[in-house]
């Protein structure tokens, strides 16, 4: 039962920045480890940020370190991610995804339920 919906992307000039949302729903968010991804046109869907169920600890894929930031209010049952000096190549479209328990952080096989993707368009 439990369903995630991206929000939050658009048209945004090199160096400005974005806030993306993933609303949960289905189960108290504290049950699961969350992560985000982003995907170019015919490119692999690539790591991007993953946190922990009570937001402690975090990973950054290195293309975001520094820039991005991954967080998530349990009791507003969302995840964000807040996204500064955003540049060109971090065009792509984003998806939020549950961890699936037992797997690799950094890959799409170790998440388990998924949301539709936002658009996130990086002018220069």
């Known amino acids: 039962q439990v369903q995630l919906v991206e929000s939050g992307g658009g048209l945004v000039q090199a160096g400005g920045s974005l806030r993306l949302s993933c609303a949960v729903s289905g189960r108290t968010l504290s049950d699961y480890r969350m992560g985000w991804f982003r995907q170019r046109p015919g490119k692999e869907r690539e790591f991007v940020a993953h946190i922990s169920r009570n937001g402690i600890t975090t990973f950054y894929a290195d293309s975001v370190k520094g820039r991005f930031t991954i967080t998530r209010d349990n009791a507003k049952k969302t995840v964000y991610l807040q996204m500064n000096r955003l540049k060109y190549e971090d065009t792509a479209v984003y998806f939020c995804?549950?961890?699936?328990?037992?797997?690799?952080?950094?890959?799409?096989?170790?998440?388990?339920?998924w949301g539709q993707g936002t658009q996130v368009t990086v002018s220069p």
């Open positions: 995804a549950r961890d699936g328990e037992g797997g690799s952080v950094y890959t799409t096989a170790g998440y388990d339920v």
